[in-house]
């Protein structure tokens, strides 16, 4: 039976990527926020608050060894957004972007590596970022420059592992409340995301993968 840790699994695309992976008969381990959801239907279902805590996170992965051995498939789906011009963004709102999409990211990307079986799979969720260098967005599409900027030389040192990042349009999750924007009509779902990284996995597809719909 195949395995998977998806960090994130509480939020709109985690969600669905670990709803599709469970009914693909994965063994899934599910973290981060708002987890409960996955108590009693994935291997395992770990609350961690912040991954951009070391200490957590540390945690959060020794208990996931009780119930995994190795890990096939790895998702980060953990990201956050605030939209505000340089001129009034807050030091804490750029830690916090910082935090989700890029601290965290390396701290379970690193903390989880021993884990990984040897032909593992890592996936990310970026973000088009050079179209997002628009007034107000400029600390997002920063942190997902940087993401993807850490992921290329990643897949460099894991030789033998895959590392791929997602980067897709317009999602429909709870993520577009977090900005003053209208989801844009034909925003794909969530689902169709995570179909998308099933195949990848299926098809060893890494590097960066850009879709719309
Ligand atoms: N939705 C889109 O249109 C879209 C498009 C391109 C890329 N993406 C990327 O896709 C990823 C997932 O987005 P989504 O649409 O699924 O958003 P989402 O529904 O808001 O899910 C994100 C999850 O991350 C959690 N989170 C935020 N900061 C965290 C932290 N420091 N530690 C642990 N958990 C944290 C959120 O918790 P809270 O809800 O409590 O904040 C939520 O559970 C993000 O990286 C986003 O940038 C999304």
């Given at each position: ?128 970022h050079e179209r997002l260098r628009l007034?107000?967005l400029g600390?997002?599409a ?72």
């Amino acid at each position: 039976m195949k395995t998977a840790m998806v960090w994130g699994a509480g939020g709109g695309i985690g969600t669905a990527v670990t709803q599709q992976l469970i009914s693909a008969g994965w063994q899934v381990a599910a973290l981060g926020r708002g987890v409960e959801q996955w108590e009693g239907v994935a291997t395992c279902a770990i609350e961690v608050q912040d991954t951009a805590d070391d200490a957590a996170v540390r945690r959060a992965i020794r208990e996931a060894t009780y119930e995994l051995d190795r890990v096939d498939l790895w998702f980060y789906g953990v990201g956050d957004i605030v939209a505000s011009p340089t001129a009034t963004l807050t030091v804490a709102q750029w830690n916090q972007m910082l935090a989700a999409n890029l601290t965290g990211a390396f701290l379970t990307t690193q903390h989880s590596l021993p884990l990984l079986a040897d032909k593992a799979h890592l996936m990310y969720v970026g973000a088009i970022h050079e179209r997002l260098r628009l007034p107000g967005l400029g600390a997002y599409a920063a942190v997902k420059a940087g993401l993807e900027a850490f992921a290329e030389a990643l897949r460099k040192e894991e030789r033998g592992k895959k590392v791929t990042v997602f980067r897709p349009g317009a999602v429909a999750t709870p993520f577009w409340d977090k900005v003053p924007l209208r989801l844009p009509k034909d925003a794909m779902s969530a689902e169709l995301l995570a179909s998308k990284v099933l195949a990848a996995y299926e098809g060893e597809q890494q590097g960066v993968v850009d879709f719309t719909h």
